[in-house]
Nanobody, 117 residues
Framework: QVQLVESGGGLVQAGGSLRLSCAASGSIFRIVAMGWYRQAPGKQREEVAL???????NYADSVKGRFTISRDNAENTAYLQMNSLKPEDTAVYYCHAAGPGPEYDYWGKGTLVTVSS
């Protein structure tokens, strides 16, 4: 099992920045990718950013150029640096870790990000 704990959410004004952290513990050797998802009220959960073990990243079009995902393997922590935040970025942000098969699918409990206009 892999446990994921997010932190860093909060209230910020439009144009501001936040950095989310996701600390992983447990069977971290199983992890092949980590990512951030978000779910806004009344909407489906969507992928925001992904980072593979080889360092490759992928971003949703809505956050490209504003958000940066990174990973500190020594600290077993993934980060999401969010700049130029917009009110539409308001959501609960979830950390996700994936292993080599569909049974290796892990989620954090989420952290709330609220961007005021």
């Amino acid at each position: 099992q892999v446990q994921l704990v997010e932190s860093g959410g909060g209230l910020v004004q439009a144009g501001g920045s936040l950095r989310l952290s996701c600390a992983a513990s447990g069977s971290i050797f199983r992890i092949v990718a980590m990512g951030w998802y978000r779910q806004a009220p009344g909407k489906q959960r969507e992928e925001v950013a992904l980072i593979l073990n080889n360092g490759r990243t992928n971003y949703a079009d809505s956050v490209k150029g504003r958000f940066t995902i990174s990973r500190d393997n020594a600290e077993n922590t993934a980060y999401l640096q969010m700049n130029s935040l917009k009110p539409e970025d308001t959501a609960v942000y979830y950390c996700h870790a994936a292993g080599p098969g569909p049974e290796y699918d892990y989620w954090g409990k989420g952290t709330l990000v609220t961007v005021s206009s």
